[in-house]
Nanobody
């Protein structure tokens, strides 16, 4: 089972990026998906979550700009980031937790850099 985060890159302030969290070797059923981000020297912080039933949540400071959704590609979850700000610059990670076994899988992270 592998998890891959992709889609990062360089964006201008006010622009948009879509990140992809793709699970291979397993399905999204019975998985709790989370997006996190981390800036060097700071703790990893939660960005958004999706339950196995498709219920989504974005942390309050990012609501209205970030959207988490199930992708049209099988076993993929999107993180749509709009109206980007320089403080969104970070490495973004996705995590998949099996809701039965509680086993965690992490993706390798994708760098997002927002220039002002």
């Amino acid at each position: 089972v592998q998890l891959q985060a992709s889609g990062g890159g360089l964006a201008q302030a006010g622009g948009s990026l879509r990140l992809f969290c793709t699970l291979s070797g397993d399905s999204l059923s019975q998985k709790f998906i989370s997006w996190y981000r981390q800036v060097p020297g700071k703790q990893r912080e939660l960005v958004a979550t999706m339950t196995s039933g498709g219920r989504t949540n974005v942390v309050d400071p990012l609501k209205g700009r970030f959207i988490i959704s199930r992708g049209t590609v099988k076993n993929t979850v999107y993180l749509q980031m709009n109206n980007l700000k320089s403080e969104d610059t970070a490495v973004y990670y996705c995590n998949a937790q099996n809701t039965i076994t509680r086993q965690d899988v992490w993706g390798q992270g994708t760098q997002v850099t927002v220039s002002s």
